[in-house]
T-cell receptor, first 112, second 114 residues
Framework: KQEVTQIPAALSVPEGENLVLNCSFT??????LQWFRQDPGKGLTSLLL?????REQTSGRLNASLDKSSGRSTLYIAASQPGDSATYLC???????????FGAGTTVTVRA | DVKVTQSSRYLVKRTGEKVFLECVQDMDHENMFWYRQDPGLGLRLIYFSYDVKMKEKGDIPEGYSVSREKKERFSLILESASTNQTSMYLC?????????????FGQGTRLTVV
């Protein structure tokens, strides 16, 4: 079974600082890895999907890297803003499966 | 814009009631999922469907059933609601891996069983 871990569980930074969120997974034979954002009481919003053949994916201020050999992905958010305050989750399916295994998430607070 | 729509944002039901949570997606996705999310336990898969009328149990199927009569709609059924089923329920959909497997989620249903 795919185990996904996110460290740290919570992070507080001043506005303008770059954010680095970590995700590790136990089985490297993944189809892809996906990063989500969740605001309190809401559903999940997809941020980035990295296919297994890719090393990184970028969208605006967000950049996600993937290192399958070490079982790690990192989400970078440049020049953080208070609106970036949310919980960020990563998810990956086990090999030969469609069902996502989620990390517990990192709750980010960006202080104005 | 891709869309996964859950029928209710908030529901309050009584213990013992039969509860239906509905989810509709407009992306022609084969896969649909129901998760529940609880503080400290994260997201846990209840049921999964990879095609019409097809279903697989997830990690916590006890006390739940599902129905998928049409490709776009996936229903979660609480046969006899209990207070320990008070939770946030999230529906998701995705294509099969031969295509783009990005998963999209609905806005969530906060269910309270009293």
């Amino acid at each position: 079974k795919q185990e996904v871990t996110q460290i740290p569980a919570a992070l507080s930074v001043p506005e303008g600082e770059n954010l680095v969120l970590n995700c590790s997974f136990t089985d490297s034979a993944i189809y892809n890895l996906q990063w989500f954002r969740q605001d309190p009481g809401k559903g999940l919003t997809s941020l980035l999907l990295i296919q297994s053949s890719q090393r990184e994916q970028t969208s605006g201020r967000l950049n996600a890297s993937l290192d399958k050999s070490s079982g790690r992905s990192t989400l970078y958010i440049a020049a953080s803003q208070p609106g970036d305050s949310a919980t960020y989750l990563c998810a990956a399916p086990p090999p030969n499966d469609y069902k996502l295994s989620f990390g517990a998430g990192t709750t980010v607070t960006v202080r104005a | 814009d891709v869309k996964v729509t859950q029928s209710s944002r908030y529901l309050v039901k009584r213990t013992g009631e039969k509860v239906f949570l509905e989810c509709v997606q407009d992306m022609d996705h084969e896969n649909m999922f129901w998760y529940r999310q609880d503080p400290g336990l994260g997201l846990r898969l209840i049921y999964f469907s990879y095609d019409v009328k097809m279903k697989e149990k997830g990690d916590i199927p006890e006390g739940y059933s599902v129905s998928r009569e049409k490709k776009e709609r996936f229903s979660l059924i609480l046969e006899s609601a209990s207070t320990n089923q008070t939770s946030m329920y999230l529906c998701a959909s995705s294509f099969k891996p031969s295509g783009n497997t990005e998963a999209f989620f609905g806005q969530g249903t906060r269910l309270t069983v009293v």
